[in-house]
C-alpha cells in the first residue's frame, strides 16, 4: 500500500448499537473499495473485521478492527467498534485517534442501545458525523421514520442528503437530494419533503443559499455541497445516507461522501505540530503473534528500523517493521506518515495510552476515560497446577484491555475479574481456555466482611503442657473494648511487677494479631478493637515465645465472644445514569437492595448500599432500564450487617468448621 499524505487520508470510526450493521457495512465499502472480490458475512463469520475465533462464534463485534481502503487517491483507515456496551472500551479508544465517525442506525429496529455513549464523546470530541440508515432491503424498513427518531434524539442537525428509491423487498436505489432534476415520479413527495429540509439546513449556514432560497431561485449543486462541508465543520449539519448491505446498494456513495465530506487527518487539530506526536491507542496480545501496537500518528513520520522516544515511559523504542492490517492480515508499509494510522509489531516497553514524541515537547493528545469495571466474579483454575498460567493469561488480557481488571485478594485468598457486564466477563474467561489452556471455576466474589465488638470483655488465656520432657506454659488476661469505626487495632501493656517478662510480651501482641486475621465467629478479620494485656504469669523453664503467642490468641477468641461481636459489612456509594422515565424504577429497585437514596436529578440517583447487594447489578440495571442505564460505585464505609445476614455468614462457617472444611 503506498504511503498517502496527511491531506489525503481520512481516520473515520463506524460506531452504532449491537447489531446495526456496521461490520456488514464495512465489508461492502471494502469490496467496493477493490481490496475484497467477495463479501462475506457475521453469521458466517467469515468478514474481514470480525476474524477473531470469538467473534465468529458469538457473531458479533468484539474489538476494533482496523481496515484500510484506497478510493479517488484518498486513503480512509475505517475502525469498525464493537456496538454491544460491553467492549464500549474498545469504541472509546477509536473515537481518539479519528476525525470523523459514521453512525450506523438499523432501518428497522432503529437507534437502540449504545450508540447513545458514543455519539455524546463524539460530540464532545467536536467529530465530524456521518449517519447511515442501512437494512433498508428488510421488511418494516422505514427511512422516514428512522430520520425523524434520529433527529429527535440526535439533533435536529441531521438532514438525508440521500432518499431511497422503493422500500422493503423493492428498495432499488438512491436518489441524490443535492440533483434536483430527474427525480422519478414514485419519490416525489419525499424529495420534497427532504429536499426542502436540506435547503433550509444549509441556508442557515450560507447566505448565498439563503437568498437564493427566499427568491425561490434554484440553488447550484456546488453551493450546497460547500455548505454541507463548512455545516459539518460548525456541527451544523450532520448528512443522512441510505444504504442496503444485502442489495449492496450505497456504498460507493458513502465511501464518495466520506471523501468529500470528513474532514482529512490533515485537519485534526492535533496535527499542527512540528515532530513527532503519536498516540498508541490499542495493544493485542496473541500467542505466536506477539504484540502488536496500533498506533495514530498525528504529526511527524516513523521510519522502520530508528528509534523513538516513549514519552510516557521515559524510554527509548526500537523500530523494526512497520505494518497495518487488514483485518489479521498484515499489510508491510515504507513508514508510517502523518495523519496515517499503522501497527508496530514488537515493542518492548509500550502499552496502551503511551505517546511517542520528542523528548522536549509538551503532551497534549486525546485520552480516554474508560468506564469503571462494575462486573465482577472470582475465579480459581479446575487445576491448581494452572494457577501460574491463569494470571499470566489474565495479565494479558489486563494489558489489552484497559476495561478488564484482576485482583487478587489476599483477605479472601481470591482471585477476582472485573469487567464492563457478564459477557465481557465470559468472554475473557472464554479466551483464557482458548488460548492458554486455562478453565477455571468461577464464583461470586466473597464480600469482604470484617468482625469486630460492640461490648467490652475480660477474662484469661492460658496454654499449659507440662507432661514429660520441657513444657509449655504462657498465661495472659486480657480485656477487650470497642474502638471507633476505622480505629483498627490497638494493643496496650499494662503488665505490672513484672507478671510477665517484657521479652514475652510482642508474642502475646503476636498471637492477637494472628487470630484476629483469621476471625472468630465468621471467618473474617477483625478490625477496630482494643486490647490490653493487664495481668498473667509465667514459668521459668517451661514459658516461651510460642506458648504465650498461643495462651494470647485463645484468650483473644474466648473474650471476643463475651464481648458482643457482630459482622460489619462494605457499604458502597453507587452513581446510577439513565433517562428520565426510569429514575423511578432506579429509585425503587435501590430501595429493595437495602440502599439509601442521598440524591436524585433528571437522570441521577445516588445512593450508599451494601456491596453484597450489587451482585448482578450491571445486568439487572440493563434490563430494566432497556440498556440504557449505566453506573458507577466506589468504597464508602463500614457498617453492621443485618441480623439475618450475620446469622448466615455464621452458621456457613461454623458448618464448614465443624465439618473439618477449616
Ligand atoms: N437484510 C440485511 N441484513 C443486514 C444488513 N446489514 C447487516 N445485516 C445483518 O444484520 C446482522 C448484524 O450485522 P453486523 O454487520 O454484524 O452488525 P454490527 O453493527 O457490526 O454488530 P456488532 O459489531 O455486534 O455491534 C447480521 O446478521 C447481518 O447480516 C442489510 O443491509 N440487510
Ligand atoms: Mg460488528
Known amino acids: 500500500m503506498k504511503q498517502y499524505p496527511a491531506s489525503n487520508i481520512h481516520n473515520v470510526a463506524l460506531i452504532g448499537s449491537n447489531s446495526s450493521g456496521k461490520t456488514s457495512l464495512a465489508e461492502m465499502l471494502l469490496h467496493k473499495a477493490g481490496v475484497i472480490s467477495r463479501m462475506g458475512k457475521t453469521e458466517d463469520g467469515n468478514t474481514i473485521s470480525d476474524f477473531d475465533p470469538e467473534e465468529i462464534k458469538r457473531k458479533i463485534s468484539l474489538h476494533t478492527s482496523l481496515l484500510p481502503l484506497e478510493w479517488k487517491d484518498h486513503k480512509i483507515n475505517l475502525l469498525d467498534t464493537p456496538g454491544y456496551v460491553d467492549f464500549v472500551g474498545e469504541a472509546l479508544s477509536a473515537l481518539c485517534v479519528v476525525e470523523g465517525v ?23 470530541q467536536n467529530l465530524a458525523k456521518i449517519v447511515v440508515i ?20 440526535l439533533g435536529k442537525q441531521l438532514v438525508p442528503i440521500q432518499i431511497p428509491i422503493g422500500k422493503e423487498a423493492n428498495f432499488k436505489g438512491i ?11 414514485e419519490i416525489k413527495d419525499d424529495y420534497e419533503k427532504f429536499r426542502e429540509m436540506l435547503i433550509e439546513a444549509t441556508a442557515e449556514v450560507d447566505d448565498t443559499i439563503l437568498n437564493d432560497y427566499l427568491e425561490n431561485k434554484p440553488v447550484p449543486e456546488e453551493e450546497i455541497i460547500a455548505a454541507i462541508k463548512k455545516g459539518i465543520e460548525l456541527g451544523k449539519i450532520i448528512p443522512v445516507l441510505c444504504a442496503s448491505v444485502a442489495k449492496e446498494i450505497g456504498g460507493e456513495e458513502l465511501l464518495n461522501e466520506m471523501v468529500s465530506f470528513l474532514p482529512t487527518a490533515l485537519e485534526s487539530p492535533f496535527s499542527q505540530n512540528q515532530g513527532l506526536r503519536a498516540l498508541v491507542f490499542k495493544t493485542t496480545i496473541e500467542p505466536h503473534v506477539g504484540e502488536l501496537s496500533f498506533v495514530r500518528v498525528f504529526s511527524g513520520e516513523i521510519k522502520p528500523a530508528t528509534n523513538i522516544y516513549n514519552i510516557s515511559k521515559g524510554k527509548e523504542e526500537r523500530i523494526g517493521q512497520i505494518i497495518t492490517l487488514l483485518g489479521k492480515n498484515r499489510i508491510e508499509l515504507p513508514a508510517a506518515s502523518a495523519g496515517d494510522i499503522v501497527v508496530l509489531p514488537k515493542l518492548k516497553n509500550t502499552a496502551t495510552g503511551d505517546i511517542f514524541c520528542d523528548k522536549n515537547h509538551e503532551v497534549n493528545l486525546p485520552k480516554v476515560n474508560y468506564p469503571e469495571p462494575v462486573a465482577s466474579l472470582s475465579v480459581k483454575p479446575k ?7 491463569m494470571a499470566l493469561g489474565l495479565g494479558a488480557f489486563m494489558h489489552e484491555d484497559p476495561t478488564f ?18 459477557i465481557h466477563l465470559e468472554v475473557i474467561l472464554s479466551k483464557l481456555k482458548e488460548r492458554y489452556g486455562v478453565e477455571v471455576e468461577t464464583g461470586a466474589p466473597r464480600i469482604p466482611y470484617k468482625e469486630t465488638i460492640k461490648g467490652k470483655a475480660k477474662g484469661q488465656g492460658k496454654y499449659k503442657k507440662q507432661t514429660g520432657g520441657r513444657g509449655q506454659y504462657g498465661d495472659t488476661w486480657l480485656e477487650i473494648e470497642p474502638l471507633p469505626r476505622g480505629g483498627g487495632f490497638e494493643f496496650v501493656d499494662k503488665i505490672v511487677g513484672g507478671a510477665i517478662p517484657k521479652n514475652y510480651i510482642p508474642a502475646v501482641e503476636k498471637g492477637i494479631r494472628e487470630a484476629m486475621q483469621v476471625g472468630v465467629i465468621a471467618g473474617y478479620p477483625v478490625v477496630d478493637v482494643k486490647v490490653t494485656l493487664y495481668d498473667g504469669s509465667y514459668h521459668e523453664v517451661d514459658s516461651s515465645d510460642l506458648a504465650f503467642k498461643i495462651a494470647a490468641s485463645m484468650g483473644f477468641k474466648k473474650v471476643f465472644q463475651e464481648a458482643h461481636p457482630v459482622i460489619l459489612e462494605p457499604v458502597v456509594e453507587v452513581t446510577v445514569f439513565a433517562p428520565p422515565e426510569y429514575i423511578g424504577n432506579i429509585t425503587g429497585d435501590l430501595n429493595k437492595r437495602r440502599g439509601r437514596i442521598s440524591s436524585i436529578e433528571t437522570d441521577k440517583v445516588v445512593a450508599l448500599v451494601p456491596l453484597a447487594e450489587l451482585s448482578k447489578y450491571a445486568t439487572d440495571l440493563r434490563s430494566f432500564t432497556h440498556g440504557t442505564g449505566s453506573y458507577t460505585y466506589k468504597f464508602s464505609h463500614y457498617e453492621e450487617a443485618p441480623m439475618a445476614v450475620q446469622q448466615k455468614l455464621i452458621e456457613t462457617y461454623q458448618k464448614l468448621k465443624a465439618e473439618g472444611g477449616l
Request: glycine share 8%; proline share 3%.
Open 102 to 124: 459514521v453512525a450506523v442506525i438499523d432501518g428497522v429496529s432503529g437507534i437502540g442501545v449504545g450508540l447513545d455513549t458514543l455519539w455524546q464523546q463524539a460530540v464532545k
Open 134 to 153: 442501512t437494512k433498508l432491503d428488510k421488511n418494516q424498513a422505514n427511512f422516514t421514520a428512522r430520520v425523524e427518531e434520529a433527529r429527535k434524539k
Open 175 to 185: 436518489f441524490n437530494l443535492l440533483k434536483s432534476d430527474g427525480v422519478p415520479e
Open 383 to 389: 487445576s491448581k497446577a494452572d494457577q501460574e498460567k
Open 405 to 422: 481488571k484482576m485482583h487478587y485478594d489476599p483477605e479472601t485468598k481470591e482471585t477476582v475479574i472485573y469487567g464492563m457486564g457478564d
